[in-house]
T-cell receptor, first 112, second 113 residues
Framework: NAGVTQTPKFQVLKTGQSMTLQCAQD?????MSWYRQDPGMGLRLIHY???????DQGEVPNGYNVSRSTTEDFPLRLLSAAPSQTSVYFC???????????FGQGTRLTVV | AQSVAQPEDQVNVAEGNPLTVKCTYS??????LFWYVQYPNRGLQFLLK????DNLVKGSYGFEAEFNKSQTSFHLKKPSALVSDSALYFC???????????WGLGTSLAVNP
C-alpha cells in the first residue's frame, strides 16, 4: 500500500526555471493539499482540492499552480522559480477536509 | 479568529521520564484537534485526534492527549519517553466553516538517554 507518493525527493532549480512536483495517492481520498515547510514557520497551505476538477488557494498560493484532473493525482507547478521558493514541499490527502491527513515523504527544493 | 499555539520551541526529557508537549487553541465553535509527528528527514505522521467524547484521547506509539475545554488546551503526553520519540511535534486545529487545518509552529522533542 503506497499511500501518498511524491516525486522527486530532491530538486535544484535555477531562478526562472519551471517544474512540476508530482503527487499521487491510492486511497481514493477526495481531499488533497500542498504545503511548504520552512524553518520557524511550520506548515503553510499552498493550494488544496476537494475533488477532481476543483481546486482553491491556500495561505501562500503566489507562484504556484495546481490542477486536479483525476482523484489520484494533484501536481504542483512552479511557474518561474525564485529563491524564496526554496523549501520542503509536502503533499497530503485525507478522506475529508477535516479528517486526518496522510503525507508524502516530501520534496526538498532548492532554487539558486 | 482560529489559532493554535505551541508555547515551547523545544522540550528536553530524560528517557523513561514522562513527557508533555503543550498546545493551546482559540476557536469560536467546537474544535477538531490533531497531533502529528515528524521524524528527522521524513514526512509527517498522524498521531491522534480529538473530535468529541472522552477528553483523554489515546493514539499511536503510546501517546495520549488531554482535551481541556476550560483551559483551551490539548497537551500531548506519554508516561515514559523513549529516545526514539525524539522528533518534531505539531498540534493542528480544524475549525470554522471551511474546515481547513491550522498548524502550530511545532515543538522539537529531545529525549536524552
Amino acid at each position: 500500500n503506497a499511500g501518498v507518493t511524491q516525486t522527486p525527493k530532491f530538486q535544484v532549480l535555477k531562478t526562472g526555471q519551471s517544474m512540476t512536483l508530482q503527487c499521487a495517492q491510492d486511497m481514493n481520498h477526495e481531499y488533497m493539499s500542498w504545503y511548504r515547510q520552512d524553518p520557524g514557520m511550520g506548515l503553510r497551505l499552498i493550494h488544496y482540492s476537494v475533488g477532481a476538477g476543483i481546486t482553491d488557494q491556500g495561505e501562500v498560493p503566489n507562484g504556484y499552480n495546481v490542477s486536479r484532473s483525476t482523484t489520484e493525482d494533484f501536481p504542483l507547478r512552479l511557474l518561474s522559480a525564485a529563491p524564496s521558493q526554496t523549501s520542503v514541499y509536502f503533499c497530503a490527502s485525507s478522506y475529508s477536509e477535516g479528517g486526518p491527513a496522510f503525507f508524502g515523504q516530501g520534496t526538498r527544493l532548492t532554487v539558486v | 479568529a482560529q489559532s493554535v499555539a505551541q508555547p515551547e520551541d523545544q522540550v528536553n526529557v530524560a528517557e523513561g521520564n514522562p513527557l508533555t508537549v503543550k498546545c493551546t487553541y482559540s476557536v469560536s465553535g467546537n474544535p477538531y484537534l490533531f497531533w502529528y509527528v515528524q521524524y528527522p528527514n521524513r514526512g509527517l505522521q498522524f498521531l491522534l485526534k480529538y473530535i468529541t467524547g472522552d477528553n483523554l484521547v489515546k493514539g499511536s506509539y503510546g501517546f495520549e492527549a488531554e482535551f481541556n475545554k476550560s483551559q483551551t488546551s490539548f497537551h500531548l503526553k506519554k508516561p515514559s519517553a523513549l529516545v526514539s520519540d525524539s522528533a518534531l511535534y505539531f498540534c493542528v486545529l480544524n475549525a470554522g466553516n471551511n474546515r481547513k487545518l491550522i498548524w502550530g509552529l511545532g515543538t522539537s522533542l529531545a529525549v536524552n538517554p
